[in-house]
């Protein structure tokens, strides 16, 4: 096993270069100022850089070749050996200089998107999102080659190994056939019941990040190996044993920001929950952005916007921001967590119309990867899906195509995960109440205890040892099916 773990020794070494990119990629966007854009980007390409050199380095290479032919290996050394193999494979076609260059041109486009979005103007970003653009087809090429793929669909894999338009189009078919009759029969139904008592603020930012934390611990987070902070656009990040999360505040609106704390915990908490003698290894890695999000949709949507959860929320945070009045009781505060409303941005889209949001992106970067559309295309073709998929007439740029950072963050198949991730969701979410009785009752308590666990046991513990289909089938007994994610939005939005 001489080979084997030799590679075990230069994986760990590139997982700690990957833990230290993650965090000056946290710090670039809490707390860096912005004049230090250009040096952080020079420093996080240098560690992307060296970790591409060990894992294309031939003796790397030459090690896979003979570890292949060792003998002892148990069942997640060799799950380990495969996913080592992935990884090298994913490097080996592209060259060094094109991920600096990649790393570098995503860099200057974080930071130009920030003062595009604030202005609403496309035309500031346009030539930084034309090179990244530009280099995400080269790598998507060179990727294409090495395995045996599309452009796309190999950028597609680097997010989500084994993930391939094929598999997306007809799940996403029957959601594009089936939810526009959902959300109007929705709406309708949200009509008839008449308006929703609104809580009024102020509701201070202090208050608000104290009843998150509440949250962080009801459900698990390891505050020892982690926090909480503010962003531009939520997310979770850090390294391991670090993990970061953030959301951002309104002081108008609380109930926002408490949810947007939820769904990074999730992710959070596979993140913490991952098995631990593996956690420097790829086998120890998430499977994949899918299974991920389907981690922060399981116990924000899924759990958090339940009506037994939300009759424990109710009080806490009525006694938090000293609430009186219909307003802040739990059937108040159910509608508005359950409102079906479309609107321009993402981030803030209902359960229901949250999908046209990602259909939108899923066709629009494919087309760009493609060649089939130019970068200047972008702004027009984006307002007309929101028009046709929503119904919406964009008002600008800060509301339409400049809304997100993945596209200049260089997350070109990143989009579709988002709503394969809900769909999981609901599949596990509805596996984990039929095997754990006391999961709703629980979460009327506050307690996601039995959820949690039964995700740790089925989900977090498995790593990369299983792909995401089989973790998915084994935990809840069938591949991923569009029909669960309808039948829980008719539940929750048509009979509840």
């Not at 230069?10 to 700690?16: D, G, K, L, Q």
């Not at 979460?443 to 996601?448: I, K, M, S, V």
Request: aromatic share 8%.
């Amino acid at each position: 096993m001489q080979a084997y773990r030799a590679l075990e020794a230069t994986f760990a070494r590139i997982s700690a270069l990957e833990d230290a990119s993650g965090i000056l990629g946290w710090d670039a966007q809490t707390l860096m100022p912005d004049g230090a854009a250009e040096g952080r980007g020079d420093q996080i390409a240098v560690l992307r850089g060296l970790a591409h050199d060990l894992l294309t380095d031939p003796a790397t290479a030459d090690r896979l070749a003979v570890a292949d032919g060792e003998g002892g290996l148990d069942a997640w050394q060799r799950a380990n050996l495969a996913e080592m193999r992935r990884a090298h494979t994913h490097a080996a076609a592209v060259p060094r200089d094109l991920v600096e260059a990649s790393s570098r041109a995503v860099s200057r486009a974080e930071m130009t998107w920030r003062e595009a979005r604030r202005t609403a103007d496309f035309a500031l970003l346009r030539p930084d999102l034309a090179e990244v653009l530009g280099l995400q087809r080269e790598i998507g090429r060179a990727k294409g080659e090495a395995l045996g793929l599309s452009p796309y669909d190999a950028l597609l894999d680097s997010y989500d190994p084994g993930l391939r338009q094929a598999a997306i189009d007809p799940l996403f078919s029957v959601l594009e056939a089936e939810l526009p009759g959902l959300i109007a029969q929705a709406q309708a139904r949200q009509a008839a019941a008449g308006p929703v008592p609104v809580a009024e603020g102020p509701f201070p930012v202090e208050t608000q990040r104290q009843v998150g934390l509440a949250l962080m611990r009801a459900a698990g987070f390891d505050f020892d190996r982690g926090r909480l902070d503010v962003s531009l656009h939520p997310f979770c990040g850090g390294a391991t044993d670090d993990v970061r999360i953030t959301t951002r505040y309104d002081e108008s609106d609380f109930a926002r920001a408490l949810m947007g704390v939820l769904h990074e915990t999730g992710h959070a908490l596979y993140e913490q929950g991952r098995p631990a003698a593996w956690r420097r290894q790829p086998v120890g890695a998430a499977r994949g952005m899918s299974l991920h999000e389907s981690q922060s949709l399981t116990l924000e949507m899924q759990a958090g916007r339940s009506r037994d959860f939300v009759a424990y929320l109710a009080p806490l945070v009525r006694e938090a921001f000293g609430g009186t009045g219909p307003a802040w009781e739990a059937d108040a505060l159910h509608r508005i967590y359950t409102r079906v409303a479309p609107g321009f941005i993402r981030v803030d889209a209902d359960e229901c119309t949250y999908p046209a949001h990602i259909l939108l992106r899923y066709r629009l970067e494919r087309a760009l990867i493609r060649g089939e559309m130019e970068i200047g295309d972008l702004p027009g073709a984006f307002n007309e899906g929101m028009h046709r998929l929503l119904g919406l007439t964009v008002p600008d740029d800060a509301q339409g195509c400049l809304q997100d950072i993945h596209w200049p963050g260089g997350a070109w198949g990143y989009f579709p995960t988002y709503t394969l991730g809900a769909m999981m969701a609901a599949q596990l979410f509805e596996a984990a109440c039929a095997a754990e009785p006391d999961l709703r009752p629980g979460l009327a308590r506050g307690d996601f205890a039995p959820l949690v666990g039964w995700l740790r046991a089925n989900v977090h513990g498995k790593g990369s040892a299983l792909g995401t289909q089989a973790i998915l089938t084994e935990a809840t007994g069938r591949p991923l099916s569009a029909d669960i994610f309808l039948g829980h939005l008719r539940r929750r939005y048509l009979e509840a």
